[in-house]
T-cell receptor, first 114, second 112 residues
Framework: SAVISQKPSRDICQRGTSLTIQCQVD?????MFWYRQQPGQSLTLIAT?????????ESGFVIDKFPISRPNLTFSTLTVSNMSPEDSSIYLC???????????FGPGTRLTVL | QQQVKQSPQSLIVQKGGISIINCAYE??????FPWYQQFPGKGPALLIA?????SEKKEGRFTISFNKSAKQFSLHIMDSQPGDSATYFC???????????FGIGTKLQVIP
């Protein structure tokens, strides 16, 4: 299984600012995923990030609000832009273990927007 | 449209009892069905997974039962312990880099 780390683990931010979340994996992976988990809710996929190409966003999520970078096969960032209190959530990155269909998750970033 | 329906949303079980969580899916293209366990403040962790070619998979106290014709699968936790208290998510995906669809989650509380 992949070991995934995220930074920061939590943050409290002011309305209108932006936060960049980092995701680091201990092995090279083709696909990385970013999810949002609102308090007490299930996981919602924000986007899929391939190395070397533009991220693919799910319905309801746009690149201007959630820009993603994927500079290499072990790292990705998600930026939450122009934040509002409604963006308060846990943001999770995950990777798919090659050839297994299994996704492994990072520990999450707990974001609170005031 | 919720493609994976999970029930119950909350469950209280006595220590030593059996916890049962049920899921149903609609998309017949799904062929991989994992269960995740999430403790507060942590990311989901893969617990056990099954493919449709088997009807049951057991790992320790955790068993998945799968009914392909009914498009249903369930997680059984035998001899439930307080340490099993967590939120459990069923999920489903298709083969090869397909989007994973998660159930709504079941918050399990095992009381002494």
């Amino acid at each position: 299984s992949a070991v995934i780390s995220q930074k920061p683990s939590r943050d409290i931010c002011q309305r209108g600012t932006s936060l960049t979340i980092q995701c680091q994996v201990d092995s090279q992976v083709t696909m990385m995923f970013w999810y949002r988990q609102q308090p007490g809710q299930s996981l919602t996929l924000i986007a899929t990030a391939n190395q070397g190409s533009e991220a693919t966003y799910e319905s309801g999520f746009v690149i201007d609000k959630f820009p993603i970078s994927r500079p290499n096969l072990t790292f990705s960032t998600l930026t939450v832009s122009n934040m509002s209190p409604e963006d308060s959530s846990i943001y999770l990155c995950s990777v798919e273990s090659p050839g297994t269909d299994t996704q492994y998750f990072g520990p999450g970033t707990r974001l609170t927007v005031l | 449209q919720q493609q994976v329906k999970q029930s119950p949303q909350s469950l209280i079980v006595q220590k030593g009892g059996i916890s049962i969580i049920n899921c149903a899916y609609e998309n017949t293209a799904f062929d991989y069905f994992p269960w995740y366990q999430q403790f507060p403040g942590k990311g989901p962790a893969l617990l056990i997974a099954i493919r449709p070619d088997v009807s049951e998979k057991k790992e320790g106290r955790f068993t998945i039962s799968f009914n392909k014709s009914a498009k249903q699968f369930s997680l059984h936790i035998m001899d439930s312990q307080p340490g099993d208290s967590a939120t459990y998510f069923c999920a489903a995906s298709g083969r090869g880099y397909q989007k994973v669809t998660f159930g709504i989650g079941t918050k399990l509380q095992v009381i002494p």
